[in-house]
């Protein structure tokens, strides 16, 4: 059964940090296109960061420079490094993987999904 799931959420103030977690199971996804996206209250989901098959990462105009995203092979985890964050970084953010060789932006794209974790930027 594949999984994805995600940690690493909570409260913050703004101008601080989080680093998010996705931990994959039940097939890797070592080489896949990875994903983090975020809705918040009331707002469509919206694309924040994503790698490539080959680690090309691509971002958000709203969180590049701040954030930064990367896996790590030998704990099947994708990270998302999250700094300066502000209150319009608020919003639950969630993990998804690709089973296509073409990056997309688009969450429909996306074949496996984990839950998500709450951001909560205070001001």
């Known amino acids: 059964q594949v999984q994805l799931v995600e940690s690493g959420g909570g409260l913050v103030q703004a101008g601080g940090s989080l680093r998010l977690s996705c931990a994959t199971s039940?097939?890797?996804?070592?080489?896949?296109?990875m994903a983090w996206f975020r809705q918040a209250s009331g707002k469509e989901r919206e694309f924040v960061a994503g790698?490539?098959?080959?680690?090309?990462?691509f971002y958000a105009d709203s969180v590049k420079g701040r954030f930064t995203v990367f896996r790590d092979n030998a704990k099947n985890t994708v990270y998302l490094q999250m700094n300066s964050l502000n209150p319009e970084d608020t919003a639950v953010y969630s993990c998804?993987?690709?089973?296509?060789?073409?990056?997309?932006?688009?969450?429909?794209?996306?074949?496996?999904w984990g839950h998500g974790t709450q951001v909560t930027v205070s001001s």
């Open positions: 998804a993987a690709r089973d296509g060789n073409i990056w997309t932006r688009r969450s429909s794209d996306y074949d496996y």
């Open positions: 790698l490539t098959r080959s680690d090309n990462t």
């Open positions: 039940g097939r890797t996804f070592q080489s896949s296109i």
